[in-house]
């Protein structure tokens, strides 16, 4: 059981377009998910923290426009990647937990590129 | 931002070793948590042990942690080639258990048969 669901995995794309990753929870219901960003051999940095039915909570340095968040349903979170640029190539990954006392459960993560 | 370091950045052993990796952190928590990477992928869940813990064992892993030090150290005993992973110590200071968690920077094991 909770099984969380990152797609695509992979995304090669051309520097201005905009890329939206999706998070899904399989078998439960997901109150808050969490998306991180991952450089090469570095640790997971968190992005933002998404609520069912609010807006999202961004961490500092984050660009709230550049990475918009959605989190329309207990099931299913996005980030979007607006005008992307090389800059924002990097591994990104969500973690989704239920209600009440569960762990965090992760995706398998999206490699992003743009050329 | 981080909350903590981890030792060693990467340790190499080979099978049937024990492999030790630590982790320190800042402030107080109330629960820390283990997690596994393998390469391109997601983290697992491995283990949590409450601020009131100081030991957990799950199968080959044991954990401790000593709050008086803010440390925790993850042990793996009898390693196995399939343990080849990145390791993670992850805090959660937030009153709610299973909170947002604060990565260290993560101890890169390789086990070799």
């Known amino acids: 059981g909770a099984v969380v669901s990152q797609h695509p995995s992979w995304v090669i794309c051309k520097s201005g377009t905009s890329v939206k990753i999706e998070c899904r929870s399989l078998?439960?219901?997901?109150?808050?998910m969490f998306w991180y960003r991952q450089f090469p051999k570095q640790s997971l940095m968190l992005m933002a923290t998404?609520?069912?039915?609010?807006?999202?909570?961004?961490e500092q340095g984050v660009e709230k426009d550049k990475f918009l968040i959605n989190h329309a349903s207990l099931t299913l979170s996005t980030l979007t990647v607006t005008s992307a640029h090389p800059e924002d190539s990097s591994f990104y990954i969500c973690?989704?937990?239920?209600?009440?006392?569960?762990?965090?459960?992760f995706g398998d993560g999206t490699r992003l590129s743009i050329l | 931002s981080q909350q903590g370091e981890e030792d060693p950045q990467a340790l190499s052993i080979q099978e049937g070793e024990n492999a030790t990796m630590n982790c320190s952190y800042k402030?107080?928590?109330?629960?820390l948590q283990w997690y596994r990477q393998n390469s391109g992928r997601g983290l697992v869940h491995l283990i949590l042990?409450?601020?009131?813990?100081r030991e957990k064992h799950s199968g080959r892993l044991r954990v401790t942690l000593d709050t008086s030090k803010k440390s925790s150290s993850l042990l793996i005993t009898a390693s196995r080639a399939a343990d080849t992973a990145s390791y993670f110590c992850?805090?959660?200071?937030?009153?709610?258990?299973?909170?947002?968690?604060?990565f260290g920077a993560g101890t890169q094991v390789v086990v070799t048969p």
């Open positions: 973690s989704a937990r239920g209600t009440g006392r569960q762990p965090q459960h």
């Open positions: 078998d439960f219901q997901a109150t808050t």
């Open positions: 998404s609520n069912e039915g609010s807006k999202a909570t961004y």
């Open positions: 402030t107080s928590i109330n629960n």
């Open positions: 042990i409450r601020s009131n813990e």
């Open positions: 992850a805090t959660d200071a937030t009153t709610d258990s299973w909170g947002k968690l604060q």
